[in-house]
């Protein structure tokens, strides 16, 4: 059986992104790419909602034939590519594939019943990006593990992590990982029925 791990980065103000969609405060390094790196291994499948799909499909394909590329860039444009990617959303009416950007699916709607099917397939966990997404997995009970590397930096404005989980729903800390960029990285199990 396969688990779901949703992953942010959060500011201390609990930001998962400044305003106009700002990352640039994103905590960034040799270490940090190490840990991606290390995720993106272990993960058999991404589920992305439609902005965090867009973002990354406007970045990797071309990181990998761009010479100014990092070595740990590139090795994640290899695994980004090759990773079975699931689109969940209302308003995209296609997803396109090309070389550097395989194995992407649409779907127009979360299919409680598919992603239970996935789960109980054998294989890598699945990584799920983008906070509605996360929020609406959350509250059918499919998330298995909350990922949260908490950057040392107020951002002060913008969008807050899990925007429309308005129920209160209880977490366990199961591990902690500190960086030497000052991230800290959160291991979180959500408490079953804890939705209030």
Known sequence: ?????????????GYFEGPNHDLSWHNVDQ????FAISQLRDTGMMLFGRR?????????????????????????ARLMNN??????????????????????????????????KLKQEAGKDIWAGGSELATSLLKEGLVDEVRLMVAPVVVGAGTPL????????????????????????LFYEPFRDSLR
């Open 52 to 76: 965090t799909y867009q973002l990354m499909e406007g970045y990797w394909p071309k990181a990998e034939e761009d010479p100014k590329t990092t070595p740990d860039d590139v090795e994640v």
């Open 31 to 34: 270490e940090f790419n190490q």
């Open 162 to 185: 899990f925007k429309g989980m308005y129920s209160r729903m209880k977490f366990k800390l199961t591990k902690t990982q500190p960086f030497k960029s000052g991230n800290v990285l």
């Open 1 to 13: 059986m396969r688990k779901i791990h949703v992953y942010f980065m959060v500011s201390l103000d």
């Open 83 to 116: 990773t079975p990617k699931m689109v969940i959303s209302r308003t995209l009416n296609e997803v396109k594939e090309g070389p550097n950007w395989k194995n992407v699916t649409l779907r127009n709607k979360l299919d409680v019943s598919e992603i239970k």
